[in-house]
């Protein structure tokens, strides 16, 4: 029985990394390719204007666009190099938990049915509304950041085919995480059903994702996304679509959570470094995700309550 269940829950760990491991790797292939083209000094150059909105200076585009279409700690290098105010740091961090890696996390959307044009008027929605608004209400700050730690240089490849084989090499590393996180996560589920432990996890969750307008199964999905990011929370919930029978429409709540707040936890340790409150960071994005799910499902309910009413008058 449990050999079965091990191998159950490794072949849909092998399954799914494969589907979500070709988007990352030609992703990040890609992107940083293009690193080391003009196209990311081109988007840089044409934020920067716009960047006093947020009360931040021009420099503060650089860390900014490498977040977006990178990662976090890609942002966080670029951080460390620039000399930024307290304030600007911390807006910056507080945009970037919400808007960042773009190009994976919203691709990987799509391998559960979610659109794009939902994931990224989400993100890029809520990170703009937050840096105006701490810009607005945050008078303090004016202080240079004093940062934790600098990273270690690394030297840069001068030819194409170096170029190359470096992007093989991040896209490379990011299936291999990937991997080592789903695989045995996979396995665990696998397990947790076979053992009836999923059904009493669900029936624990099922006040809070009742609250959040989901019915009972999408529990693990929320859990997983929370504690692993999008691209973890989206291989738990392909097998959920798959096997469990989870609606469109939780699908896409879920995922409107999840966006707003995912890997919560690892996405606010990594801003200690440099020198900035953190629990402001965690509870402003567990409160955004809380209210925006509410306000989705509330508003989606009542559009479908509209249209059965509509259907019995026809």
């Not at 990987?108 to 703009?128: D, E, M, N, P, S």
Request: aromatic share 8%; hydrophobic share 60%.
């Amino acid at each position: 029985m449990l050999k079965q269940t091990i191998i159950k829950g490794l072949m849909t760990g092998l399954k799914t990394t494969w589907t979500l491991g070709k988007v990352i790797f030609s992703v990040t292939l890609i992107v940083t390719i293009l690193q080391f083209t003009p196209v990311l000094p081109w988007i840089i150059q044409l934020i920067s204007p716009i960047m006093g909105i947020f009360g931040l200076s021009g420099n503060a585009a650089i860390p900014l666009v490498l977040g977006n279409v990178l990662n976090l700690y890609a942002a966080i290098g670029a951080i460390l190099s620039l000399d930024l105010t307290v304030k600007e740091v911390f807006i910056l961090a507080m945009m970037l938990s919400f808007s960042h890696n773009l190009f994976i996390e919203s691709t990987v959307a799509l391998k559960v049915g979610v659109k794009i044009w939902i994931v990224l008027a989400v993100r890029l929605g809520l990170a703009f509304l937050a840096g105006v608004v701490i810009n607005f209400i945050w008078h303090g700050g004016s202080e240079l950041a004093q940062y934790g730690m600098v990273p270690a240089v690394e030297s840069q490849p001068e030819t194409w085919s170096a170029i190359f084989l470096l992007g093989v090499e991040k896209a490379s590393f990011g299936v291999l995480q990937l991997a080592i996180i789903v695989i045995p996560l996979m396995i665990m589920i696998q397990m947790a059903k076979d053992l009836k432990w999923l059904d009493s996890f669900s029936r624990a969750m099922a006040p809070v994702t009742r609250f959040l307008g989901m019915k009972e199964n999408t529990s693990m999905t929320l859990a997983s996304g929370l504690l692993f990011g999008l691209a973890m929370g989206s291989a738990v919930m392909i097998q959920a679509v798959e096997e469990d029978g989870v609606s469109r429409k939780d699908v896409t709540i879920a995922f409107i959570f999840l966006v707003a707040c995912h890997a919560v936890i690892e996405d606010t340790l990594i801003f200690i470094p440099l020198g900035i409150p953190v629990l402001p960071l965690f509870f402003i994005r567990i409160v955004t995700a809380v209210m925006l799910t509410l306000i989705i499902a509330r508003l989606w309910e009542r559009s479908e309550n509209v249209r059965r009413k509509e259907a019995t008058y026809i």
